[in-house]
């Protein structure tokens, strides 16, 4: 098995279905040998920060009921520029089950969240663990459902903004930095426009391009699109055009993998929260 399976594969070719069967993803169980279990939460953050895909959740009961009954702590981890997404659940009785679709993530994810730290600076000695690739459907299709939701998109996304985002993720993997720029430009306009309808009640004119867009947004009172949206929204206009859907050439100009990732970055967030808390 490679130590890394693209994670776009694992994002649904069709609206809403993924073929799994020939799928694998990672797996690593790790079974405590004492109580309790200590964390290092800086480490989550010490290497790509912490990003609006990434979660730490603590599940507990409610009216006597769980929505996940053996599992009390979950963590999602995307490690864009690696095209690598972690997911960590720890159980009631302190197993843990880490899914990745990078084999080296996973295990520096559990090296540096779970060993090594105060008080009592756990070893691997100090845990019994089993990891290796699997091919379970359950565990794959979980996995990919996780996926698409820390890339940004859903069953309520438009088709013409998921295609976008994942040319863009193409294009990461493929090191054409230009080519996700645009594309995230694209999705980003695509966006505007369906937001402009919902709360303008009518279609952008052909004259409104994606500028002047954001610019009626800025002009609403109370602001149906939070303000720091408008300039994500904005920045990602501004590095799609250098140049972009619109060219405004810079001599010399290259894109970089930087500007590719926080145009991604960027944009996969906001398409996240507009469909699932602004518009949802």
Known sequence: MPRTIPISKYVPKKFGKIEVKNLSVFKLEAIPKSSPIDLNVSALSEESGWSLSDRLRFWHTLNGKSALPATRLTIRKLELEE??????????DGTLTILSNSKDCAMR???????????????RKDW???????NDESAVAFFAGTAAGALGWGPKVPQEIEDSMKEA???IEKRNWKSCVVMCRRA???LMEVAYEKFF?????????????????????????PR?????ADAVRNIGNVPGAHPRAIPGYRFSKGDATLAYSNTSSFVSSYFEKIAP
């Open 109 to 123: 994810f559990f090296n540096s969240v779970f060993l090594d730290i105060p008080p009592s600076f756990p070893a």
């Open 201 to 225: 009640g009518v279609k952008p004119g052909k004259g409104l391009d994606l500028n002047g867009i954001i610019r009626s947004f800025e002009k609403l009172s109370p602001a149906p699109l």
């Open 128 to 134: 019994t663990l089993k990891g290796g690739w699997v």
């Open 188 to 190: 980003l306009q695509a």
């Open 228 to 232: 720091h949206w408008l300039n994500i």
């Open 169 to 171: 993720l193409r294009g």
């Open 83 to 92: 095209q690598a997404l972690v997911l960590c659940h720890v159980e009631a």
